[in-house]
């Protein structure tokens, strides 16, 4: 179910300040709690200029309450920005693509997994402390299943409020 009001520790993760320098090291404390020994889940994210988002983007993956072992391979598309340094210095491995493209990206990302389980993930995006449990479940549970699908919530900037972006969501499902 979509949440009609941003839950707390999304918006912790939203109203970080990606300046603060005590947060890379959050991140990579909390990166390593994720090494529970061989890797059962890879979490594959293109990121392209993305050095105002992907810190908060990496401390709510991070965060997520699994009982998998899981790695982050964040793959640099030719960034223009500071995004790799970003990456690199919470002790999570960026590898650089220079052929531009999401497709491409993605492509090199999927070529170094190691989990069985592969999810795709956007630098932009802030996701729920179960975000893995919730996507990885359903395929350990049933081997009949190939792949899952979760819903997103956007998240309110201006003056636009949550509730108006929960009846927009609900709509854009129900005609799915």
């Known amino acids: 179910m979509r949440p009609i ?6 918006q912790e993760k939203f109203n970080a300040d990606p300046n603060n320098k005590n947060l890379p090291l ?25 050095e105002k988002n992907i810190l908060q983007t990496l401390w709510s993956l991070c965060e997520n309450q699994t009982q998998w072992s899981v790695e982050i391979i964040v793959v640099d598309n030719n960034s223009k920005d500071n995004t790799a340094e970003k990456v690199k210095s919470c002790g999570i491995p960026c590898h650089f693509e220079p052929i531009q493209g999401i497709t491409q990206a993605r492509n090199s990302g999927l070529a170094l997994a190691k989990g069985k389980y592969i999810l795709n993930a956007d630098a932009d995006t802030i996701y729920p402390k179960g975000w893995i449990e919730h996507m990885v479940n359903p395929l350990a549970k049933n081997n009949r299943y190939a792949l899952t699908y979760g819903n997103f919530a956007f998240i309110p900037i201006g003056n636009t409020g949550r509730v108006t972006y929960f009846f927009y969501e609900f709509l854009a499902d129900f005609s799915r």
């Not at 009001?5 to 999304?10: K, L, N, T, Y």
């Not at 990579?28 to 061989?38: D, I, R, T, V």
């Open 5 to 10: 009001f941003i839950p707390d520790d999304v």
């Open 26 to 50: 959050t991140i990579q404390n909390a990166y390593q709690s994720l090494n529970k020994g061989p890797v059962d889940v890879s979490v594959v994210m293109p990121a392209y200029n993305e």
